[in-house]
């Protein structure tokens, strides 16, 4: 899993912490592994976290990004790689997601790509980061692969990590204020 590397937990800590990026978790309850970013989604709700959930595409999820207007999201989505094995991770910007060939494996009805240009036009969304997820199995079904449930517990446990971390730092920098 790539999500271990020092400088993707930094970036992913930078992104939580500093630059108060909106969580937006995408995928398709049908379609096996491709639930992956919508059980991170659940375990974060049922854990107090401010995350979006957007079942079938971030598209249908525009008013709610709108309200929030974050600045910077990190879309948490199952992908589709040559270069990862089942179960992998990966944070990835805009550009490498094109570099990496990385496909989004969702039935979105709108390419993220003109999704997320509308949420520049609107809301002055300035990048989105990708926290990937390599799907095994993406056929109708709702049994998702082990490779894929160890990850999503593994991603679960970064971000609320991360999130604790920050939660911390914001209690020390009121208690010295």
Not at 1 to 22: G, N, Q, V, Y
Not at 130 to 144: A, H, P, Q, S, T
């Amino acid at each position: 899993m790539f999500l271990s590397s020092i400088d993707t937990l930094k970036l992913l800590e930078k992104l939580l912490c500093i630059d108060k990026a909106s969580i937006v978790c995408i995928g398709s309850p049908l379609r096996a592994d491709d639930q992956a970013g919508l059980i991170v989604c659940d375990e974060l709700l049922n854990k107090g976290y401010d995350v979006i959930k957007c079942e079938y595409g971030l598209e249908n999820c525009i008013l709610e990004l709108t309200e929030k207007k974050p600045s910077k999201i990190i879309i948490v989505d199952g992908i589709v790689s040559d270069k990862l094995s089942p179960g992998e991770v990966v944070l990835v910007s805009e550009d490498e997601i094109v570099e990496q060939n990385i496909s989004l494996v969702t039935t979105h009805n709108i390419p993220i790509n003109t999704t997320t240009a509308i949420l520049r036009n609107v809301i002055g969304l300035k990048e989105y980061y990708l926290l990937g997820i390599r799907v095994k199995n993406i056929d109708i079904g709702l049994e998702v692969s082990e490779e894929v449930k160890n990850a999503v517990e593994e991603v679960v446990k970064t971000i609320e990590g991360i999130l604790g971390k920050c939660s911390e730092v914001k209690a020390m920098d009121k208690g010295s204020s």
